[in-house]
């Protein structure tokens, strides 16, 4: 050591965060252009796991790409499965009867509650409280091996079928949704106790991260993201689809557009999701899981469909262009992380690194969606 | 009713409704310039604005324009409060041609898809950009780019994103060899 380094200061240099780093929950890499520990600007670099779904899509038979669906994000998989056969649905012209819709409302709901609860875990993890990852791991476990039960796998579901579902739910499913929803809505409270007003916490996310209304439209943020910036849309309610119009749900909306925002409006979306699953149980009528004729082959007629669902991370789309035979023309996925993480370079201008990435948690990132 | 307000401005610019053969024996065909019809003829479709059945389609209204409409239309949208949900690709290999589609909708419960379609020649595919006016259509225009080869002009950082970055090749064109 020859004396002390001289830094002019204006001078910036560079931050590699990932490709392979904790804080981005996979394979993101975020250049950060650093001053000090000021944020000058970022790009996010994207495609480490990418796979070509869409090829995929458009090279197999419309069965064939069922469990592809699932390979997009490993948290709520079958909010995604549920958009493709709806799409698939709405373009061959396949009625599903009631009975199967109601249980896939009830899966998908109980499956968003389990996204959510990883999401919690992990994000509270991310500002460095290890303990609520335990609690809500315990609690996501209970529904993975529910779903597991009845589905056949615990993370990548292959349940849905186009026109119904592949197996009837038993008596025990049933029997443990309803001991599920009271456990959890005491687990919530619990979560809401430990964490919610905890100082160090509220410190971390409040008037931080701002992500205001206009900037959502401009990037087209869906979900939770947009609705912590106090914009009510939900497509369960605005677009509604499968058996949704008939529940009564409340969708939260806050309008401080902070890190903390995002965090409450999931919180109080699994206590909605509850709901969803209560009256579920409720109503859920007797029946064939499968129309008596279920196509074998499908081949929707030549057009242009899409089809839009509520996932767990905000509203998946699906775009299929047939040309009347068996495998799709062009098979496009609109998966909402993606919009949601492009505007995270312009978000993140001149804030601290370390707010950015608390940020970047409250979006709830999972990477093999976005790269698809 | 905002579809109606977005039909009347999209109106505007496309002014002329096409010569249709049928329409004028069925009721007011105003708002539907050339629904049916077009859809039965084989040729190629016209540039207008086609209202489509929102159950058996997904969408509302349908647009198709040149690519140098496209900010036109674009910028009705965005006066109109939509936000932008995905722009892709389709390769029409037969007709030599690419389209590039662009999806709007509204944080509403007054429902509105929007759909404009643009198409552009496969030799030398180029339209103007719209990330000017949506930022957030800068990823997606590049993931277009990189699976279609579309060149979007003004683009201001047209690399590949999802590729790897000395990626020559566009996958989801139908001539494409692995």
Request: glycine share 8%; net charge negative.
């Amino acid at each position: 050591m020859s004396g002390p380094i001289h830094i002019r200061p204006d001078e910036t240099f560079t931050l590699n965060v990932g490709p392979q780093h904790p804080a981005t929950h996979g394979v993101l890499r975020v250049k950060m252009e650093m001053d000090g520990e000021y944020i000058v600007k970022a790009e996010t670099v994207l495609g480490y796991i990418h796979r070509m779904h869409e090829l995929m899509g458009e090279n197999r038979t419309y069965p064939q790409v069922l469990p592809n669906l699932s390979r997009l994000d490993y948290l709520g998989a079958l909010g995604y499965t549920h958009g493709h056969v709806l799409a698939v649905e709405r373009a061959a012209g396949i009625e599903v009867p009631e009975r199967a819709e109601y249980i896939r409302a009830i899966t998908v709901e109980l499956n968003r509650i389990a996204s959510h609860l990883f999401w919690f875990g992990a994000f509270v993890m991310d500002l460095g409280g290890f303990t609520p990852l335990m609690y809500a791991i315990e609690d996501r476990e209970y529904i993975l091996d529910m779903l597991e039960a009845v589905t056949g796998s615990r993370l990548t579901y292959c349940y849905y079928r186009f026109g119904g579902l592949y197996n009837d739910v038993d008596d025990d499913f049933i029997a443990a949704a309803k001991a599920f929803i009271p456990r959890m809505r005491k687990s919530l409270k619990k979560y809401d106790a430990l964490v919610t007003g905890n100082i160090i916490f509220r410190k971390r996310l409040e008037d931080i991260g701002p992500i205001s209304a206009e900037m959502c439209r401009k990037y087209g943020a869906t979900g939770p993201v947009a609705r912590g910036a106090g914009i009510d849309f939900d497509v369960r309610k605005n677009e509604p689809y499968s058996v949704y119009p008939e529940f009564d749900f409340d969708v939260p909306v806050y309008h401080e557009c902070d890190s903390l925002a995002r965090y409450k409006v999931r919180m109080d979306e699994m206590e909605q999701s509850l709901r969803i699953v209560e009256q579920g149980l409720e109503k859920l009528p007797d029946g064939p899981i499968m129309p008596k004729k279920a196509p074998k082959l499908i081949k929707p007629p030549a057009g242009d469909y899409y089809q839009a669902v509520e996932t767990a991370r905000g509203s998946f789309g699906i775009r299929i262009v047939s040309d009347g035979t068996k495998n799709a023309y062009r098979f496009k996925l609109r998966s909402p992380t993606y919009s949601n993480m492009s505007l995270f370079d312009e978000a993140c201008e001149g804030m601290m690194i370390m707010d950015a990435l608390a940020m970047m948690g409250s979006l709830d990132l999972v990477i093999p969606e976005i790269d698809r | 009713m905002i579809k109606d307000t977005v039909k009347q401005a999209l109106r505007d610019l496309f002014p002329e409704p096409e010569p249709v053969v049928e329409a004028p024996a069925v009721e007011a065909a105003e708002g539907e310039e050339e629904k049916k019809p077009a859809k039965k003829k084989e040729g190629p479709r016209v540039n207008g604005v086609i209202e489509r059945n929102h159950a058996e389609h997904g969408y509302d209204i349908d647009v198709q324009c040149d690519p140098g409409e496209l900010l036109a239309v674009v910028m009705i949208l965005d006066k109109a409060g939509f936000f932008l949900e995905s722009i892709t690709g389709v390769d029409w290999i037969k007709e030599n041609q690419l389209e590039s589609v662009y999806d709007f909708s509204r944080y509403d419960f007054d429902t509105c898809r929007v759909v404009i379609r643009t198409r552009t020649s496969r030799s030398e595919p180029k339209i103007p950009t719209i990330s000017k006016i949506y930022p957030g259509a800068g990823w997606h225009e590049r993931e277009t780019h990189d699976f279609f080869g579309i060149k979007f002009d003004g683009h201001p950082h047209l690399v590949p994103l999802l590729l790897p970055e000395d990626a020559d090749f566009h996958p989801l064109l139908k001539d494409f060899k692995p």
